[in-house]
């Protein structure tokens, strides 16, 4: 086998977590991007290595029973829904293969127990009709180009080309300018399509990596879908956006257009030269500094750096399983790692309230479990006790600091910042909701240390999940996995884990 020589009669066998099409030809391991399990097909060489090949898709010989027609425009352009070109019902066959993998590979579980994944589904139940799994993010980032930019006389810097607002072509930075994504809300569309006509008729800039010039970065919209309420935010290179008001009446007119309400519109300064988002600092323009969502019975304020999970119906599925696996009795200290603006612990505080009020008869806060919360971003500590106060909830507090240093604190006492001395708690359960690299080291061994007796991980990457089960091996047992299709149409697997104190097994 050589680079740029056509291969015929690959048998794909299985599909990659970037989604390309593993076969096998002359004993080697080949990638072939488009292509699906199932497929016999035929590709071009682009890339030889040692142990495997990557290659280009050049026909379809013999078309898998699984493959469908991508029912978007963009497909194979954006870099986006990598599975749309298979059927939904194989999308979760795979997602759970991956997970199951994942743990027999990396945490060298031999026979992992994996619960069936939490699908998208219909409101009759049924998975598979493509309403399951359209307009499912309450949160688009799309970046902004307007082909370069150019400095004239008199330092006025002016765009080359038209302004284009969309997703980036896989592997690349070539921006590909999208009219609609059907995975995203139709507020975070009607945004889109308002900032790009601003854009055109005030002839405003894009970030150009290249000269390091231009105005606009990223457009960013979060859309409460329980509530109708909408935020977007603009980042930009500069402090401010010339004729901002026209731009926020714009922006209203066509959100309002699709039922919803802009309740917020917030500038984010991002003069950094780098690949990164965004910047620190947030600056509202116009409305609140947060939008209001609702989950599982609760309010949630949201502010704009703040993480929610993405996909709203799978959201309220996904931490029902959670506190499945928590299993309260109503008088735990539980410990909500990762915690973001604090939905799972508050969802977990709130039931433990519900369980005192009940035997009780009233709300004993002397013998009301407890949860402490903790998160680095600041901004989501804030919304995490402010939505505490919001929800009449007492016994939740959130600590702002890494969790690998907060939860050392909470175990071993800290003071507050009113100076208070708070004694030392130890877990009965832990919650974690990492990103996706995992669980730092050193957060792990003080979990170990503080022996909880269930420890319920979250998680939106199969391989550092597998890595951080097999680092708790020698102390917790893996009970119950669920996989969770938070993503549909894309490679991510989400997945809620049970893990169980080994000597209470």
């Not at 290659?55 to 469908?68: G, N, Y």
């Not at 298979?86 to 993998?101: G, M, N, V």
């Not at 690349?172 to 900032?195: G, N, Y």
Request: charged letters at 25%; a negative charge; glycine letters at 10%.
């Amino acid at each position: 086998m050589e680079k740029g020589q056509i291969i015929s009669g690959i048998k794909i066998e299985d599909i990659s977590s970037d989604g390309d099409g593993i076969g096998r030809y002359e004993g080697m391991a080949v990638f072939v991007d488009g292509a699906v399990p199932g497929d016999i097909v035929s590709a071009e060489v682009v890339k030889l290595k040692k142990n495997y090949a990557v290659c280009r898709l050049i026909s379809v010989d013999e078309p898998s029973q699984h493959r469908v027609q991508p029912d978007c425009q963009y497909f194979g352009s954006c870099g986006g829904c990598l599975l749309r070109g298979i059927s939904y019902e194989e999308e979760l066959a795979i997602k759970e293969k991956q997970l199951r993998d994942k743990l027999m590979r990396i945490a060298g579980i031999e026979e992992p127990k994996i619960a069936k994944i939490i699908a998208m589904e219909s409101i009759d139940g049924k998975c598979g009709d493509s309403a399951c799994y359209v307009r499912y993010r309450n949160k688009a980032q799309f970046p902004v180009s307007t082909g370069g930019v150019i400095t004239e006389k008199g330092g006025i810097v002016r765009a080359l080309g038209e302004p284009k607002i969309g997703f980036y072509a896989r592997g690349s930075h070539e921006l590909t300018d999208i009219d609609d994504c059907l995975i995203q809300s139709r507020a975070a569309i009607s945004a889109l399509r308002a900032l790009r006509q601003f854009m055109k008729e005030d002839n405003i800039t894009a970030w150009d990596e290249k000269w390091q010039r231009g105005l606009m970065r990223h457009l960013i919209v979060k859309t409460a879908e329980s509530t109708g309420e909408v935020m977007v935010i603009l980042v930009i290179n500069g402090k401010g956006v010339p004729n901002a008001e026209k731009l926020v009446g714009m922006l209203d007119d066509a959100i309002y257009e699709e039922g919803y309400s802009l309740e917020s519109v917030v500038i984010n300064i991002n003069k950094e030269k780098t690949s990164r988002i965004t910047g620190d600092e947030y600056i509202t323009i116009a409305g609140k500094p947060t939008i209001m969502s609702k989950c599982m019975g609760l309010d949630f304020e949201i502010s704009p750096a703040a993480f929610y999970q993405v996909n709203t119906v799978q959201t309220e599925r996904l931490y029902s399983k959670v506190i499945e696996y928590a299993n309260l009795r109503g008088s735990e200290t539980v410990f909500d790692l990762y915690c973001g603006v604090g939905t799972i612990g508050l969802i977990a505080a709130d039931r433990m309230r519900r369980l005192t009020r009940e035997k009780y008869g009233f709300d004993d806060y002397d013998n009301m479990g407890r949860v402490y919360g903790v998160e680095y971003v600041k901004g989501a500590v804030i919304d995490a006790n402010r939505n505490a106060v919001i929800n009449g909830i007492v016994n939740a507090e959130f600590i702002c600091g890494k969790a690998e240093e907060k939860t050392e604190e909470i175990i071993n006492g800290y003071t507050d910042k009113s100076g208070r001395a708070v004694s030392g708690r130890k877990p009965d359960v832990v919650i974690v909701d990492p990103p996706r690299s995992g669980c730092d080291i050193r957060l792990i061994e003080t979990i170990v240390r503080a022996a909880p007796m269930r420890l319920i991980y979250v998680s939106c990457d199969p391989a550092t999940l597998a890595r951080d089960i097999k680092l708790l091996a020698g102390h917790y047992e893996l009970a119950e996995a669920t996989p969770v299709d938070m993503f549909p149409r894309t490679g991510n697997v989400e997945a809620v884990c049970l893990l169980v104190r080994k000597e209470q097994m």
